[in-house]
């Protein structure tokens, strides 16, 4: 089983930065993409931003030149530093990643329990 533990959520104001942290552990083989999604009252998850084991990356344009996806692949963890934040930030973050159990695993998609970020104007 693979756990994945999110931090760094809370309330600032319009402006502001936040950084959310997400650290995977259990059984873990390898790990292929990490990502952040999003879900605001009434509406459908989102992808914020996801990263390949490699470094690359992909941004929703609507976070683009304001966030910044980065993993540390040693620990098994994944950030999203969020700068200039707006209102419409607001939101449930929750990330994911790909992980291998083993070298003929499947891979599989988890998910952090979320973590509440809420931009005040």
């Known amino acids: 089983q693979v756990q994945l533990v999110e931090s760094g959520g809370g309330l600032v104001q319009a402006g502001g930065s936040l950084r959310l942290s997400c650290a995977a552990s259990?059984?873990?083989?390898?790990?292929?993409?990490m990502g952040w999604y999003r879900q605001a009252p009434g509406k459908q998850r989102e992808l914020v931003a996801d990263?390949?084991?490699?470094?690359?990356?992909n941004y929703a344009d609507s976070v683009k030149g304001r966030f910044t996806i980065s993993r540390d692949n040693a620990k098994n963890t994944v950030y999203l530093q969020m700068n200039s934040l707006k209102p419409e930030d607001t939101a449930v973050y929750y990330c994911?990643?790909?992980?291998?159990?083993?070298?003929?695993?499947?891979?599989?998609?988890?998910w952090g329990q979320g973590t509440q970020v809420t931009v005040s104007s």
């Open positions: 994911n990643a790909d992980v291998r159990s083993g070298r003929w695993y499947p891979e599989y998609r988890y």
């Open positions: 259990g059984s873990i083989f390898s790990i292929n993409d």
């Open positions: 990263i390949t084991s490699g470094g690359s990356t």
